[in-house]
């Protein structure tokens, strides 16, 4: 047992399950959130004020953790803020650290994305802490940003044309960060978290259908479209331009990747986008 685990980004995605997860493990868990009074989460977590721009609520949060789950601050503009992180647990006296990174970090290819976690994992690897870094690919969570459309019986928006990916079912990433957190043996290491097999647009719209038993008929929406989209939608013109390099990525094959790395920390075989969806149906069933 890990005497105190510190999970920042805690009512994420991941981070929300991290936590679940660690807390049915028996272990003792402290939380950092910006706004503690609006977490939700199990009880006998220790939740804590912390903001990344903060940097003594940081240090007041490391205090008496033997490890770190780093939740990746995605964006341009946020490349120190992993760095302060390390920083501020080193100083603190904890142990091991776990970074959530993304697929494609490093890559020119991908564009200015492939840089927003990068000077986290170069900091996590100088840390001279156990480290173990996380690099999933597309969530299949992702496609909950379908459910309206879905619901309401219109199209459901291709962004990556016939680019396929590994989609990684969030709970086999959480899975292993909590591996990774608790038991020996991984550390140096960086598992590229992918489903077992590679999927386009049109497959997971395909499956949805299968899983609701109703047609998920897909449209095509070009790199134009979508940027004014996203400007319209509030985002920065950096920010818009970042994601539609990691559309373009995808769209140009370049994230067609599967690997072995949930089984080989796990013991089993990943999830598939089907059992996700089936476990999620009922976000997408119409009321």
């Known amino acids: 047992m890990v005497h105190m685990i510190l999970v920042t980004g805690a009512t994420g995605t991941i981070g929300s399950d991290v936590v679940r997860q660690l807390v049915a493990r028996?272990?003792?868990?402290?939380a950092l959130t910006r706004d503690p009074a609006r977490a939700q989460l199990p009880s006998g977590v220790d939740v804590v004020r912390g903001d990344f721009q903060e940097p003594d609520s940081l240090g007041a949060a490391m205090a008496g953790a033997a490890a770190l789950f780093a939740v990746g601050v995605l964006g341009p503009g946020d490349a120190d803020?992993?760095?302060?992180l390390v920083a501020a647990a080193r100083a603190a006296g904890v142990r091991r650290v776990v970074k959530l990174s993304a697929i494609g970090t490093g890559d020119p290819a991908l564009g200015p994305v492939a840089g927003w976690h990068l000077g986290g994992e170069q900091a996590v690897r100088e840390s001279g802490l156990e480290w173990t870094i996380l690099r999933p690919s597309s969530f299949a969570?992702?496609?909950?940003?379908?459910?309206?459309?879905?619901?309401?019986g219109d199209p459901v928006p291709n962004m990556t044309g016939s680019g396929s990916q590994g989609v990684v079912d969030p709970r086999d990433v959480s899975e292993v960060a909590?591996?990774?957190l608790l038991a020996p043996g991984h550390t140096g290491s960086t598992y590229?978290?992918?489903g077992p097999g590679l999927l386009t647009t049109a497959d997971l719209a395909a499956t949805l259908a299968s899983v609701l038993g109703r047609p998920v008929p897909t449209v095509d929406v070009p790199p134009d479209a979508l940027r004014?989209?996203?400007l319209r939608s509030?985002?920065?013109?950096i920010y818009v331009e970042g994601v539609l390099a990691g559309t373009a990525y995808v769209r140009a094959g370049r994230n067609a990747v599967v690997t072995e790395d949930v089984r080989r920390v796990l013991g089993r075989e990943a999830r598939t986008y089907a059992q996700w969806a089936r476990d999620h149906r009922e976000a997408f069933a119409s009321a």
């Open 234 to 237: 509030g985002m920065s013109e």
């Open 178 to 180: 909590v591996e990774a």
């Open 141 to 152: 969570s992702n496609t909950l940003s379908w459910a309206a459309a879905i619901r309401s």
């Open 81 to 84: 803020a992993d760095a302060d």
């Open 26 to 30: 028996g272990e003792k868990v402290r």
């Open 192 to 194: 590229t978290l992918t």
């Open 228 to 230: 004014e989209q996203f």
